[in-house]
C-alpha cells in the first residue's frame, strides 16, 4: 500500500507494527464484561478486573472483596472484609445478576431480615479509584450478545445463568430456579461464580422450605467456602426456617 | 408491564453501550499503550474509561461519543503513566501483550522491538504532540477528528502535529542508527 505523506512513508516501519499491535482478547472481554456489569460493586466486574497484572499481587483479597460486594447487595449483612481495602466506591442500588429474589411473601415467611445494598463497597479495583463516582448505575445488566455469544465470555455466561435462576426464584418459581442452577453446575464445573451459585442454590432450599436440603447444602457450602461472607446470612436463614 | 418494558429499554441502551465500547475498543487500546502505557495498564485505563462511558453515554450525542472516549483516555493515560513514573513502577513489560502463536517469532521480535524504539521516540514529545501524533499518523485519524476528540481548533491540531513530526524526526535520527545510515 503505497502512502500519499512521505513521512508516513518514510517511518512506516516504525509505525506499521504499532498499529498490528492488539489488544488481548481476554483483557477486552473482561472489559466488556465489567462495563455490562456495572463493575462498582458489581461481582461480575470485580471478578472480571482481577486479572490486570497489578492486581495479580491481591488476587486472594479481591476475592473475598469481590464476593462481599456481590453478597453484600444479595440482601445480607456481609462482614467487611478484613483486609485494609483503601479505595471505596459506591455500590449500585440493584444489581440484575446478583441481586437476591425478594418476594415479599418469602420475606414474611423466614422473617429474614432484609438489609439495603452497602453504601460504599471497598475495592481494590485501582481502575474504579479514579472513576466518576457521582452517579452508581440504579440497573446493571449483562446484555444478551455478551451473555450469548458461542465462545464468548464464559463469565458473562455464567452471570447470566445466575440471573435466570435468580430471577425465576424471585418469581417464586423456586422448581426453575432449581433447574437452571443444576444447568449452571453441569455447564460451569469450576465456574467463577460458583460461590456465588451454591449461595443461591442454599437460598432455593430455602425458599422450598426443605430445611434437610437446606442444611446439607449449607454444610457443603461452609466446607467449601469457609471465609464466605454468606456464611452468616445463610446461617440466619437456615435458622429462621422452620423445623 | 411498564418496569418490564424498562428493564427492555436498559438493556437496550446498556447494549448499544457496549456495542460502542466494543467497536472502538482496539484503538483505544493502542492509544492508551502510545501515550506511554504498558498493557496491562492501559487496560485498567480502559476499564476506568469503560466505567465513566457506560455512565455517561446516555447523556452523549452519537457524534461525540468517540471524542469522548478518547478524551477521557487521554487525561486517564497521562495521569496513570505520570503516577507510574513517580512510583519508579515503568519499564516492566507486560505479560498480557498478545502474540500470534503460528506467527513468525523473529518476525514479532521484529515489531516488538519497533514498537519499543517507537515508545522511546515517542517519549521525547510533549503530551498534547504526542496525543495528536498518536491519532494523526498511527491511527490515521483526520486532522478534523482529532480536533473533535481532542476539543481542539483544527489548526492547533495541525501544528502540533507539524512540531510532532520535526520531534520524532530528529529523535529517530538519534536513537535509531539503522534509520540515519538508510537516509545518508
Not at chain 1, 440482601?75 to 440493584?94: L, M
Not at chain 1, 442452577?181 to 467463577?192: M, S, T, V, W
Not at chain 2, 476499564?47 to 457506560?54: I, K, Y
Not at chain 2, 461525540?64 to 519508579?88: N, S
Request: one cysteine or more; charged letters at 30%; a positive charge.
Amino acid at each position: 500500500m503505497t502512502r500519499p505523506d512521505p513521512f508516513l512513508r518514510s517511518h512506516d516501519d516504525l509505525l506499521g507494527p504499532a498499529r498490528r499491535e492488539k489488544f488481548d482478547p481476554h483483557a477486552r472481554r473482561r472489559i466488556l464484561a465489567a462495563a455490562a456489569g456495572g463493575l462498582a460493586g458489581s461481582g461480575v466486574g470485580i471478578v472480571a478486573g482481577v486479572a490486570h497484572a497489578s492486581l495479580w499481587r491481591a488476587l486472594v483479597v479481591c476475592g473475598a472483596v469481590g464476593t462481599a460486594a456481590v453478597l453484600g447487595v444479595w440482601g445480607g449483612r456481609s462482614p467487611r472484609p478484613a483486609a485494609p481495602v483503601e479505595p471505596v466506591v459506591r455500590a449500585p442500588a440493584a444489581v440484575v445478576v446478583f441481586a437476591p429474589p425478594r418476594p415479599a411473601e418469602q420475606a414474611a415467611a423466614v422473617a429474614l431480615p432484609i438489609a439495603p445494598a452497602p453504601s460504599a463497597i471497598a475495592s481494590i479495583a485501582t481502575s474504579v479509584r479514579a472513576a466518576d463516582r457521582s452517579a452508581s448505575p440504579a440497573r446493571v445488566t449483562v446484555p444478551r450478545e455478551l451473555a450469548s455469544a458461542e465462545g464468548e465470555d464464559s463469565l458473562a455466561r455464567e452471570a447470566a445463568r445466575l440471573g435466570e435462576a435468580k430471577a425465576a426464584l424471585g418469581r417464586g418459581s423456586a422448581s426453575d430456579a432449581r433447574r437452571t442452577l443444576a444447568a449452571y453446575d453441569r455447564e460451569f464445573k469450576n465456574g467463577i461464580l460458583a460461590q456465588e451459585a451454591a449461595a443461591l442454590g442454599i437460598d432455593v432450599a430455602v425458599t422450598e422450605g426443605g430445611r434437610a436440603e437446606a442444611e446439607r447444602r449449607f454444610a457443603l457450602f461452609r466446607r467449601r467456602f469457609p471465609n464466605s461472607p454468606a456464611l452468616a446470612r445463610l446461617t440466619r436463614a437456615i435458622d429462621a426456617m422452620p423445623e | 408491564m411498564t418496569s418490564s418494558l424498562a428493564g427492555r429499554a436498559d438493556t437496550t441502551v446498556t447494549t448499544s453501550a457496549t456495542a460502542v465500547l466494543e467497536r472502538e475498543l482496539e484503538a483505544l487500546f493502542r492509544f492508551a499503550r502510545r501515550m506511554g502505557l504498558d498493557a496491562a495498564d492501559a487496560e485498567d485505563a480502559l476499564q476506568e474509561v469503560a466505567l465513566v462511558f457506560m455512565r455517561r453515554h446516555a447523556s452523549l450525542e452519537e457524534s461525540k461519543v468517540r471524542a469522548f472516549l478518547f478524551g477521557v483516555l487521554y487525561k486517564v493515560a497521562t495521569r496513570m503513566r505520570d503516577r507510574r513514573r513517580k512510583l519508579r513502577e515503568v519499564g516492566e513489560e507486560s505479560a498480557l501483550l498478545v502474540e500470534d502463536p503460528h506467527g513468525d517469532p523473529e518476525e514479532q521480535l521484529a515489531e516488538r522491538r519497533a514498537r519499543q524504539l517507537l515508545d522511546t521516540i515517542l517519549d521525547a514529545m510533549p503530551d498534547d504532540q504526542r496525543a495528536v501524533f498518536v491519532l494523526c499518523d498511527i491511527e490515521e485519524c483526520t486532522m478534523a477528528d482529532v480536533a473533535i476528540q481532542l476539543e481542539m481548533p483544527a489548526g492547533t491540531v495541525a501544528s502540533r502535529l507539524r512540531r510532532a513530526r520535526e520531534v520524532f524526526e530528529s529523535a529517530r535520527r538519534r536513537l535509531d542508527p539503522k534509520y540515519g545510515r538508510g537516509l545518508s
